[in-house]
Structures are given as structure tokens and as C-alpha cells.
């Protein structure tokens, strides 16, 4: 059964919200969280800063919308879901990889917003705390799939194995070989993997 089409007005606040999370995307990542004003988002996407408000609930609720679209994004259930068919451990290790070099790709201006942004604000530093939560989640699943497929070294726990995927692939993996290194996301994507292939077995 098809959906009736949406009216003028849904599409308008659509495109409305979309607009407002994409100006505050643009401003917090170029000025900083605390730096940007709602009326400069208001700027930025066309509106009223009352509709900024009303809308995505101020910068409070623009900050939750962005962590939520990164550690909510679909790509993470249909990776799990991935896994699950495979039985080769390199296999489940460059996958692992890809995805996350993918995700840094797509949203790390937000995780860099996130991580800097949280140890001054006890809200963000919740949110934050909130999507550690559920980017690890992820993490310990690959672990586990990787023991049940006999990709772990003799008596290494999942919980050693989830330590160390997260030593590779967690938040600082790509940014420091990438941002602070200057390497490409196909060199530090090759030598996360090696490493962390070495490290588990």
C-alpha cells in the first residue's frame, strides 16, 4: 500500500528542520559550540530565531539531533547485521574498519564538536556518555563475532578484545593518524586493521 504524498506544509517544515540542522552543522563546527548564536543559525538557514526554537528546540536540541544522526546512523545496524554472514576474522576486521573510516568521513566534525565541546558542559558531556555507550555496543558485538568465529588469541576475552578494537577504531584511531599525522584514510585504514589483527591473535 503506497503512502499518500505529503502535503506542501509537511514538506516545507521538512525542508525547514533540514535546513536549521545543516546551518548549525556548518556554524558549530566553524566557530564552536558556545561561540555560535541561535540567531546566527537563524542566519544561516533563513528563518526566524523563534522558528530555530520551536523547531529543533535551540542549540540544546541541535547538538542531541547531531549526536543522535551520527551514533544512530543506519550504517551501524546494517554493518552488525553484515557481520553476522561473515566468517573470515580479516574479513570482519576491514569491514569493522571501512565503516568506521566511513563514519569519521561522513560525521567526524561532530564527533570532534562532541569531544572538545563536552568537558565544559555537563549536558553535552551526557550526550557524549550516551553515544560512548552505543559506539562501544557496536565495538564489543565485532569482538564477539570475531570470538565465535575464532579470531581471538587462545584465552583473550571478549572484554581484552573490545579494549582493543577500541584502542584502534575507537575516537582516536583515524584522527590521529589522519588529522594529526597527515596520512591518508586509505594508509591509516590499512594499518589500523593490520594492527589490530596483530594485536588479537
Same mark, same amino acid.
Given at each position: 500500500?503506497?503512502?499518500?504524498?505529503?502535503?506542501?506544509?509537511a514538506?516545507?517544515?521538512?525542508?525547514?528542520?533540514?535546513?536549521i540542522?545543516?546551518?548549525?552543522?556548518?556554524?558549530?563546527a566553524?566557530?564552536?559550540?558556545?561561540?555560535t548564536k /541561535?540567531?546566527?543559525?537563524?542566519?544561516?538557514?533563513r528563518?526566524?530565531?523563534?522558528?530555530?526554537?520551536?523547531?529543533?528546540?535551540?542549540?540544546?536540541?541541535?547538538i542531541?539531533?547531531?549526536?543522535?544522526?551520527?551514533?544512530?546512523?543506519?550504517?551501524?545496524?546494517?554493518?552488525?547485521?553484515?557481520?553476522e554472514?561473515?566468517?573470515?576474522p580479516?574479513?570482519?576486521?576491514r569491514r569493522t574498519?571501512?565503516v568506521?573510516?566511513?563514519?569519521?568521513?561522513?560525521?567526524g566534525d561532530?564527533?570532534?564538536?562532541?569531544?572538545t565541546?563536552?568537558?565544559?558542559?555537563?549536558?553535552?558531556?551526557?550526550?557524549l556518555?550516551?553515544a560512548t555507550?552505543r559506539?562501544?555496543?557496536?565495538?564489543?558485538? /565485532?569482538?564477539?563475532?570475531?570470538?565465535?568465529v575464532?579470531?581471538?588469541r587462545?584465552?583473550?576475552? /571478549?572484554?581484552?578484545a573490545?579494549?582493543?578494537?577500541?584502542?584502534?577504531?575507537?575516537?582516536?584511531?583515524?584522527f590521529?593518524? /589522519?588529522?594529526?599525522?597527515?596520512w591518508?584514510?586509505?594508509q591509516?585504514?590499512?594499518?589500523?586493521v593490520?594492527?589490530?589483527?596483530?594485536?588479537l591473535?
Amino acid at each position: 500500500m503506497t503512502e499518500p504524498p505529503r502535503s506542501r506544509r509537511a514538506e516545507y517544515a521538512a525542508a525547514t528542520h533540514a535546513a536549521i540542522i545543516d546551518a548549525a552543522r556548518l556554524l558549530f563546527a566553524r566557530n564552536g559550540y558556545f561561540a555560535t548564536k /541561535v540567531e546566527d543559525i537563524a542566519a544561516e538557514a533563513r528563518v526566524a530565531p523563534a522558528t530555530v526554537y520551536a523547531v529543533t528546540g535551540g542549540k540544546r536540541g541541535l547538538i542531541r539531533t547531531l549526536v543522535d544522526r551520527w551514533s544512530q546512523a543506519p550504517i551501524i545496524a546494517q554493518t552488525l547485521s553484515r557481520q553476522e554472514t561473515l566468517t573470515d576474522p580479516d574479513e570482519i576486521l576491514r569491514r569493522t574498519a571501512s565503516v568506521v573510516r566511513d563514519m569519521r568521513e561522513t560525521y567526524g566534525d561532530i564527533v570532534r564538536l562532541i569531544l572538545t565541546t563536552a568537558p565544559h558542559d555537563t549536558g553535552l558531556a551526557e550526550d557524549l556518555r550516551v553515544a560512548t555507550r552505543r559506539y562501544r555496543d557496536a565495538i564489543e558485538a /565485532v569482538a564477539v563475532r570475531l570470538r565465535d568465529v575464532g579470531g581471538l588469541r587462545a584465552g583473550m576475552t /571478549v572484554a581484552e578484545a573490545t579494549d582493543i578494537l577500541w584502542f584502534y577504531f575507537g575516537y582516536s584511531g583515524y584522527f590521529t593518524l /589522519v588529522d594529526d599525522n597527515g596520512w591518508t584514510y586509505e594508509q591509516a585504514e590499512r594499518w589500523l586493521v593490520a594492527q589490530a589483527a596483530a594485536a588479537l591473535r
